[in-house]
């Protein structure tokens, strides 16, 4: 889809969109905080708990999504 093309949609196709691109975001994040669980219950990541853990989430997030979607946008 051309960005030209996103806005000769009617407002309600881009809300019911947008609404699905969150439930995959919502769903890509569950499952890499699943995957990160597993991977410290079985040892292979040691639980820094607190912020730490949540920084190594993050750093899974983006090393997983960073070549599957790529650079959006070019400003």
Request: no cysteine.
């Amino acid at each position: 889809m051309r960005p030209a093309d996103w806005h000769e949609l009617s407002d309600s196709m881009q809300i019911t969109l947008s609404r699905q691109a969150l439930e995959r975001a919502a769903e890509t994040l569950a499952a890499h905080a699943e995957l990160l669980a597993r991977e410290m219950e079985g040892g292979a990541l040691l639980d820094q708990g607190g912020p730490d853990a949540l920084r190594l989430f993050a750093a899974v997030v983006r090393a997983t999504n960073a070549s599957t979607y790529g650079v959006a946008g070019n400003a």
